[in-house]
């Protein structure tokens, strides 16, 4: 059997590292505005969720994204729910998966997607 392979040439972003930014600053809207053009994501700091809230989130969000895609796909949903597509510029560098949450309540929708009420029951009881 013969296997082949293909590699694909990724462009280096210039970031030695993610950035971070710290939300305790009023000015740190811009700073957020100019990572997520540049870079696409960055890390909070100075915010007022618990670390031991932060830690539940991480398990559970480790937890939901190893499911098997027919289960995840069953908290699907536009404008929020799970999500996944191909990266690059044709599709070839790989797969992406998200899970788009609304944190605003007065926006008139529940903030989990359907189906995200059942599993997992930890993530609900925390972030309400």
């Known amino acids: 059997?013969?296997?082949?392979?293909?590699?694909?040439?990724?462009?280096?972003?210039g970031?030695?590292?993610?950035?971070?930014?710290d939300i305790s600053d009023?000015?740190?809207?811009?700073?957020?505005?100019?990572?997520?053009?540049?870079?696409g994501?960055?890390?909070?700091i100075n915010h007022s969720v618990s670390s031991e809230l932060v830690s539940v989130l991480d398990h559970e969000a480790v937890?939901?994204?190893?499911?098997?895609?027919?289960?995840?796909?069953?908290?699907?949903g536009y404008p929020f729910g799970y999500g996944k597509r191909a990266i690059g510029r044709s599709g070839d560098v790989g797969w992406v998966e998200y899970l788009l949450m609304n944190a605003n309540l007065d926006f008139g929708s529940h903030p989990f997607p359907p189906g995200l009420l059942q599993n997992p029951e930890t993530f609900r009881l925390d972030s309400t």
């Open 26 to 39: 009023p000015e740190s809207k811009h700073d957020m505005e100019k990572a997520c053009e540049d870079f």
């Open 63 to 76: 937890e939901f994204f190893s499911l098997p895609t027919s289960q995840k796909t069953q908290v699907a």
């Open 1 to 13: 059997m013969t296997v082949s392979s293909k590699l694909v040439e990724v462009p280096k972003s």
């Open 15 to 21: 970031f030695s590292s993610i950035p971070v930014i």
């Open 41 to 44: 994501f960055f890390k909070v």
